[in-house]
């Protein structure tokens, strides 16, 4: 009798152990977050949560001809470990299509396509560059960018709506993934589909209620290799760098596995961006429109020589590749173009970009406009 009572009393201080220890590490962890691996950061802090991704895919859906678009009248609170902004979408008069913007007045048009760093990720309307724009300018920036779009979404969106805003300009983001971007849309693969076959999709209620409260879960699907841990994409170990009194967080596998940093280059990738390019650009000249292409800097391009330290089997490798191949393009075809590069590597000391999440931050979308308004007032005169 006494040794079964041994056993159920060993029994419960094992459980009661267990319980303390976890109440101590989830205390610990919520009062010092830093104290968790860096890759369990990073992935909760890159939006991987699944509340974050069931926001961002409740505004968005599938689109026959455009792949992906937001729906209208959206009013959703996107909350991310870095940031909490809201999103609001309007129809602008268009049937089954939302967009996030305050709406059309009677100034003339400015049309904005792009993908996220349009949209406005991480921050709030207000604080988005196209919106700081029509402040600078007498115009009505139209803020067109959508969430994982790219050269392909891009001119297709353009050529469905554009004849009728009829715009005096067009502002065409590129960005560094768009080339790898056009691949899959060649394969006509939409984003929205991408997003949800990955391994940040929704999980069931409990395990979705403990990876947003329980660090200790996600320790150990960490420490096992489990869940968005065993994707291929965070095999490398995830990085940090300081810039002035900036701690930023990135994984090079992000960076290695949807941008071309050698001479490794996908013709039909390539092609692909150049022909939407072009095409965007002609319905600008048939409409009577200026056009323009932005060229949006990428985090670690700004940071690479500080960055580059870290992994130092990267010096061979040059970050601006896709970049001198689209200008090399770009001036071939006499387009228009602002690079937003130098002006953010002279000022990289700000936080121009979240520190874990690799969008701009306020400050960031405020530096663009100073520059593309600049190039504005030059193309008017």
């Not at 009248?73 to 940031?83: T, Y």
Request: contains cysteine; aromatic residues 12%.
């Amino acid at each position: 009798m006494k040794s079964i009572r041994k056993t159920h009393f060993f029994i419960i201080q094992i459980f009661l152990g267990f319980f303390v220890s976890i109440i101590l590490i989830e205390l610990i962890c919520h009062l010092y977050p830093n104290v968790l691996p860096v890759e369990i950061q990073f992935v909760r802090r890159r939006g991987t949560l699944p509340e974050y991704i069931d926001t961002l895919n409740r505004i968005h859906e599938n689109d026959s001809f455009l792949l992906s678009k937001m729906k209208p009248n959206v009013n959703e609170l996107l909350k991310h470990p870095e940031f909490s902004y809201r999103v609001k979408t309007v129809s602008l008069g268009f049937p089954q299509i939302g967009f996030r913007d305050d709406g059309i007045d009677k100034n003339p048009i400015i049309l904005a396509v792009g993908n996220s760093f349009t949209f406005g990720w991480g921050c709030n309307l207000k604080d988005v560059w196209t919106e700081i724009l029509e402040k600078y300018s007498s115009f009505d920036v139209v803020n067109m960018g959508v969430k994982g779009y790219g050269p392909i979404n891009q001119t297709r969106l353009l050529m469905k709506y554009a004849p009728y805003l009829k715009p005096k300009m067009i502002l065409y983001e590129f960005f560094v993934n768009d080339v790898t971007d056009c691949q899959s849309l060649i394969l006509k693969k939409s984003p929205t589909k991408t997003l949800a076959k990955g391994n940040i999709t929704s999980l069931q209620p409990l395990t979705n209620w403990l990876s947003l409260h329980s660090s200790s879960y996600e320790i150990i699907k960490w420490l096992l290799k489990i869940g968005i841990y065993k994707n291929r994409k965070l095999k490398t170990k995830v990085i940090e760098y300081k810039v002035a009194n900036n701690t930023y967080v990135f994984n090079p596998d992000l960076l290695k596995d949807t941008v071309y940093l050698d001479n490794n280059l996908n013709k039909e990738e390539f092609e692909c961006s150049q022909k939407m390019i072009l095409e965007a650009s002609n319905l600008s000249k048939r409409l009577g429109a200026i056009f323009i292409v932005v060229l949006i800097p990428y985090r670690e391009q700004i940071y690479w020589d500080i960055f580059i330290e870290k992994i130092p089997e990267w010096k061979s490798l040059n970050p601006d590749l896709p970049y001198e191949l689209i200008i090399e393009f770009l001036a071939s075809q006499k387009i228009s173009f602002i690079d937003l590069r130098p002006a953010f590597k002279r000022n990289r000391n700000k936080l121009l970009y979240w520190k874990i999440d690799a969008h701009w931050t306020p400050q960031g979308n405020k530096l663009a406009v100073e520059l593309i308004y600049e190039k504005i007032k030059q193309e008017l005169k």
